[in-house]
């Protein structure tokens, strides 16, 4: 994971010359938000995926926690697209991040300047190419996800995913390959950085947006469900309904759809990737890359 260039505050920094002091607010307290956004290469050239959605959650975060991003939305829109040019970047991720910076430590952030960052580089399946087709490996974390008022749900912030941190590495120190976690009182929120899909008798579930992020692969997902006439439900449910789901499977902007085989040693349906999910991520990736002409609004190209 390198690339060339990485905006910083108006500007082209090389890759390895990108830093912050040591004293920055967010490096010692998470007080940051990000977004995860991918490009794809098409037969026009590399569009960005839902860019306009990626930078109104950007802003709304901010909002959230109090921090005025000294740019506007074009600014930030145009300075992605340069920063995607700069690094000759025909797919792969771009990691937009407005923090707290240097002025002085302790809990209150206002003294702290807000800056900005734009990083861009290649990369692939987030869980393995592997995983797309054959699925993953999942366990119930017994971290649970953060108490709805004791953050912000709906605000992508640093400090959030500490949370998340916790539950991947407890997954993995299992054997499996992402976790899955519960809420306080129980029920089925999401991964550590992605939404949850069930599939049961040919009616696709998700989790209520109350106690997760809004992805915005997972309302890309459900458009796309509904647009090829599956029927589609918001569900509270506990672990063992997921135990006898049809299929299962993850969406996000790393993730994109992958299928989940496998959870708490449990076998999902057959064991790997489902039919409804391989027609679902089959049409999201034909749209990501430009195929479907009913869905060319959701790519800025760059």
């Known amino acids: 994971m390198k690339a060339e260039k990485i905006w910083m505050d108006g500007k082209m920094v090389d890759w390895d010359e990108a830093k ?32 306009k959605e990626h930078i109104e959650r950007l802003f709304n975060s901010a909002k959230i926690f109090k921090m005025d991003i000294p740019y506007t939305k074009e600014d930030i829109r145009e300075a992605i697209k340069n920063t995607i040019k700069a690094n000759k970047l025909k797919s792969g991720y771009i990691r937009p991040l407005i923090y707290r910076g240097f002025e002085q430590l302790g809990l209150n952030p206002f003294t702290c300047p807000v ?12 869980l393995g190419e592997e995983a797309l087709a054959n699925g993953i490996k999942t366990k119930i974390s017994s971290y649970a996800r953060s108490y709805i008022n004791s953050t912000s749900q709906k605000a992508k912030i640093c400090g959030n995913y500490v949370n998340s941190i916790f539950a991947k590495m407890e997954a993995i120190e299992a054997g499996a390959d992402e976790a899955i976690l519960l809420d306080t009182r129980g029920f089925v929120t999401e991964g550590s950085g992605e939404n949850i899909f069930w599939i049961k008798n040919g009616i696709i579930y998700t989790t209520p947006t109350a106690t997760v992020l809004e992805g915005i692969t997972r309302d890309s997902i459900i458009k796309i469900a509904e647009d090829m006439n599956y029927q589609f439900q918001e569900k509270y449910i506990c672990r063992d309904e997921l135990y006898i789901s049809d299929e299962v499977f993850f969406t996000g902007t790393a993730a994109e759809v992958t299928p989940i085989r496998e959870i708490d040693n449990y076998q999902i349906g057959e064991g790997k990737r489902g039919p409804i999910t391989e027609n679902i991520q089959k049409k999201f990736f034909a749209i990501a890359k430009g195929e479907e ?8 190209f760059v």
């Open 20 to 51: 912050v002091h040591v004293c920055t607010h967010a490096l010692h307290y998470g007080s940051g938000v990000f977004e995860g956004i991918r490009a794809y290469e098409t037969e026009s050239g590399t569009a960005v995926f839902r860019l």
């Open 115 to 126: 800056n900005c960052s734009i990083a861009v580089w290649e990369w692939g399946a987030y």
């Open 293 to 300: 002409e009913k869905y060319l609004s959701w790519l800025d």
